[in-house]
């Protein structure tokens, strides 16, 4: 790490001094650990930051958000992007076990709640991404066990994890001003001139470089973004986590890992053991754009996975049920 550099990169983003000198100790640290296998920033593999960061839980649980922190900075820094990708990983989604241990106290009390969670660990953040469908494969059996199948589904449904802010008001005048299908339509030509102008600019989506194949993909599926209503329900696809890799992967199973978000099953994924998840989870997922659905309503929207890589399918995609007692400003073209 060229430490001058890197602090003066900081300190012009208007960096806290006390936040650099903590961000650079993180680093070093970092250094210092890949040191032992003889390796450096410029020369490890993205994948030693997950390896780094499962470390950290064991040695010092509280720094392992300092150092994500800090290896962000230093990606940007060092347009060293892929490092951006690992945290993502490593991050996303890492409070979703924790909020099911809390829905479960809320709606079943908490008696119940630590009966089935009674001897299981709640994955913190920073340990391997790899790692965490062992513990999916473990409370989902408890909770179907206990809870039964639709008590287990209304505890997924909402999703686990939120989501971030979205501009309800605004859509909601969209909606009223293009009619259902003039507003899907509009969001997915959004998404494409936002793709186009990251391929452009060289600049990211979701730490991800965007180029015209990408761009291509995205134009010829419209589901992607807003999604396509047909009759009564909105079908909508997620676009693939890592787009690229997703393209560039030769066999199905690699397929399936690239496209799917969620780090509590993708390790499963991966290894080809997600048969002994539950595809039920997935209605997470759903929850997701139930989410949002339900503000620019204003009413309980149902929402179901009708494609998943949990259930083989090379995509994932929703099924958005439309209120039978659409308001009429909110017309069907």
Known sequence: MNEFEFKKYLEKKKVESQLITGYIKQIKNYEKYLSKENLNLEKSLPKKIMDYSDYLVLQDEDSVLDFLRAIMNYANYSKRYEFITKV???????????????????????????????????????????????????????????????????????????RPP??????????????????????????????????????????????????????????????????????????????????????????????????????????GTEKEITKDFCNCSAGWYKLYWDQIFELSIKVEPIKTALNDDLECTFAIYLPDDLPNSYKIN
């Open 88 to 162: 993502i990983d490593i991050s996303e989604s890492y409070n979703a076990m924790d909020n099911l241990f809390s829905r479960v106290a809320e709606i079943h009390g908490e008696t119940l709640r630590d009966e089935i969670f009674k001897d299981l660990t709640l994955p913190p953040l920073g340990v391997h991404p790899e790692k965490k469908p062992e513990f999916t494969k473990a409370i989902l059996k408890r909770l179907e066990e206990n809870l039964g199948k639709e008590s287990t589904l209304d505890l997924l449904s909402p999703c686990l994890h939120g």
């Open 166 to 271: 979205d501009d309800i008001e605004g859509d909601k005048k969209l909606l009223k001003e293009l009619g259902i299908d003039g507003f899907l339509e509009k969001k997915h030509k959004d998404l494409i001139t936002r793709l186009e102008k990251h391929r452009d600019e060289g600049t990211l989506e979701f730490a991800q470089k965007i180029d015209d194949e990408i761009v291509q993909y995205v134009r010829d599926n419209q589901m992607m973004a807003g999604g396509i209503r047909e009759g009564n329900l909105i079908y909508v696809s997620k676009l693939p986590y890592q787009m690229r890799e997703f393209l560039d992967a030769k066999d199905d199973r690699m397929k399936k890992f690239f496209v799917c978000y969620c780090p509590w099953i993708r390790g499963a994924l991966k290894k």
